[in-house]
């Protein structure tokens, strides 16, 4: 297959997927599939999030990072290396790095609704009480974003040559999170260090990352010819792309594209950013050793065999949330 070089990523309707025919299903596993191959990142319209739930969120979550650090802190839960809650300004950094990005999150995870014993890997969710509608909120967008994960999940599947169903109970109760974003306002930038960025270049953990439209440009995704590209998540759509642990899975089949956010220009760095990542991971006892039919003479076997919660810890450990 000769790899394209997008100027722009590509566009697909999830409901020829969920809705459509045998003709319109083969098109769309066969479109996500080489999209992922060569720049690891697809728009998707027709998921199962609203443009209300979604403006629901927005609007909260900036009442939320609206109110002053100390009260934000009283969100933040030192012991649960940033799982769940709060997460203060800098305390993240990409791997290989140890400048921290310029913004501040807040962590909503796995609410298990059955006797999964899984629960117990689990911190229970950390909620602003100050915002009561941030809950239901954050957990109605967090189970529809799954949904659509999931119905991604069996596309790849299928892509792969495996059963359709092949991640479904490997991603039932997964360590999943929602994490909205506040790249902060910067009204001094010769105050931070001359390294710091809002987000820098790094490849997502988890199998798959789902991005609600941002409030503002910065999003840049790295081509294979070493072009970084602009990323815009329109209203209607979401972008998806593939993690590391998918990357891992498929030994480098499919791309997990290093990307990253950058600084707006020096007259627009007192002005915010809001992001909102669905970043879709397994269960924890999930293996990630290479899939038997992606490792070959042509493709050894690239990395060696970790579960998905090992791997998980170790990259927690690299981007500074967990000692």
Same mark, same amino acid.
């Given at each position: 297959?000769?790899?394209?070089?997008?100027?722009?990523?590509?566009?697909?309707?999830?409901?020829?997927?969920? /809705? *459509?025919? +045998?003709?319109?299903?083969?098109?769309?596993?066969? !479109? $996500?599939? %080489?999209? &992922?191959?060569?720049?690891?990142? #697809?728009?998707?319209?027709?998921?199962?999030?609203?443009?209300?739930?979604?403006?629901?969120?927005?609007?909260?979550?900036?009442?939320?990072?609206?109110?002053?650090?100390?009260?934000?802190?009283?969100?933040?839960?030192?012991?649960?290396?940033?799982?769940?809650?709060?997460?203060? /300004? *800098?305390? +993240?950094?990409?791997?290989?790095?140890?400048?921290? !990005? $310029?913004? %501040?999150? &807040?962590?909503?995870?796995?609410? #298990?609704?059955?006797?999964?014993?899984?629960?117990?890997?689990?911190?229970?969710?950390?909620?602003?009480?100050?915002?009561?509608?941030?809950?239901?909120?954050?957990?109605?967008?967090?189970?529809?974003?799954?949904?659509?994960?999931?119905?991604?999940?069996?596309?790849?599947?299928?892509?792969?040559?495996?059963?359709?169903?092949?991640?479904?109970?490997?991603?039932?109760?997964?360590?999943?999170?929602?994490?909205?974003?506040?790249?902060?306002?910067?009204?001094?930038?010769?105050?931070?260090?001359?390294?710091?960025?809002?987000?820098?270049?790094?490849?997502?953990?988890?199998?798959?990352?789902?991005?609600?439209?941002?409030?503002?440009?910065?999003?840049?995704?790295?081509?294979?010819?070493?072009?970084?590209?602009?990323?815009?998540?329109?209203?209607?759509?979401?972008?998806?792309?593939?993690?590391?642990?998918?990357?891992?899975?498929?030994?480098?089949?499919?791309?997990?594209?290093?990307?990253?956010?950058?600084?707006?220009?020096?007259?627009?760095?007192?002005?915010?950013?809001?992001?909102?990542?669905?970043?879709?991971?397994?269960?924890?006892?999930?293996?990630?050793?290479?899939?038997?039919?992606?490792?070959?003479?042509?493709?050894?076997?690239?990395?060696?065999?970790?579960?998905?919660?090992?791997?998980?810890?170790?990259?927690?450990?690299?981007?500074?949330?967990?000692?």
């Amino acid at each position: 297959m000769t790899e394209a070089l997008f100027d722009e990523i590509p566009s697909l309707d999830l409901d020829d997927f969920v /809705k *459509g025919n +045998e003709k319109e299903r083969s098109k769309f596993v066969r !479109d $996500l599939g %080489e999209a &992922y191959q060569q720049i690891g990142f #697809v728009a998707i319209r027709n998921h199962y999030l609203t443009d209300q739930l979604s403006s629901d969120l927005y609007r909260v979550v900036k009442s939320f990072f609206d109110l002053d650090d100390a009260t934000k802190q009283q969100y933040e839960i030192p012991h649960l290396a940033g799982q769940r809650g709060y997460v203060s /300004k *800098g305390k +993240e950094h990409a791997k290989g790095r140890n400048t921290g !990005d $310029l913004k %501040e999150f &807040y962590h909503i995870g796995q609410e #298990v609704m059955d006797n999964d014993p899984i629960q117990a890997e689990y911190p229970y969710n950390i909620w602003p009480e100050i915002i009561p509608d941030f809950k239901p909120i954050s957990l109605e967008v967090y189970r529809r974003l799954e949904q659509t994960g999931m119905e991604m999940l069996k596309a790849i599947s299928l892509y792969l040559h495996l059963p359709e169903d092949y991640f479904l109970s490997r991603v039932k109760n997964g360590n999943s999170i929602l994490r909205p974003i506040h790249y902060f306002p910067i009204e001094n930038p010769e105050t931070i260090p001359s390294d710091a960025v809002r987000a820098a270049e790094h490849g997502d953990i988890n199998l798959i990352t789902l991005l609600m439209g941002a409030s503002a440009d910065g999003l840049q995704v790295l081509r294979r010819d070493g072009k970084w590209i602009s990323i815009t998540a329109l209203p209607n759509q979401l972008v998806i792309n593939v993690g590391d642990m998918l990357e891992r899975l498929t030994n480098g089949k499919l791309k997990s594209t290093i990307h990253r956010v950058v600084n707006p220009p020096a007259h627009l760095m007192n002005t915010p950013r809001y992001s909102i990542p669905f970043f879709m991971h397994p269960r924890s006892e999930m293996s990630l050793a290479a899939l038997p039919n992606c490792v070959d003479e042509e493709n050894p076997k690239k990395w060696e065999d970790i579960s998905a919660g090992d791997f998980l810890n170790q990259r927690l450990k690299e981007i500074g949330l967990k000692k």
